[in-house]
């Protein structure tokens, strides 16, 4: 197995700590933790009511469906580079 | 405003209830649910002492990083396409 180095840091979302482990900089970490936390507080800002389990929840609902988004968005991107190509070939 | 059909449907994510409201096709809301689901139960399986809340957000932490991997991967392959049409235009 390749061996990898692994970066440990702890983060705060919403208030609470969290130890994260990866093989990523701890930059990007930083920079998701981050993007986790403004959507938590964007969405309880919205639904001041929700509980901390429910808005998480909530949150990871919202992350994958910009994921969805975007990955159509790839397929899309790809399939047309891939059409440009064969038409290019058929020249 | 344009007007946009509002769905609302129930789905179930790691043994709750949840009623999300909005514009996309219950098949797409269900989709994304199930997939909050998958992600939370592969990483309960992995941290069995973590409680709900912990384990939505570090949910949400993983589909974040996803979407950042894949946001990367965007951008090169719309670099890319940008540059061969470049190469092109120059012949």
Redesign the interface.
Known sequence: MKEQQKTRITVD??G?Q?S?V?T?SSS?IR???S??DD??REISAKNPTL????L??????N??????K??D??DR??R??NK?KDDDSDD
């Open positions: 979302i919403y609470q969290y994260i990866g990523e990007h920079l998701v933790a993007i986790v959507k938590m509980d901390t389990s429910k998480a929840v909530l949150t990871a609902v992350i994958v469906h910009e994921y969805i975007l990955k968005e790839y991107l790809l047309k580079m440009e």
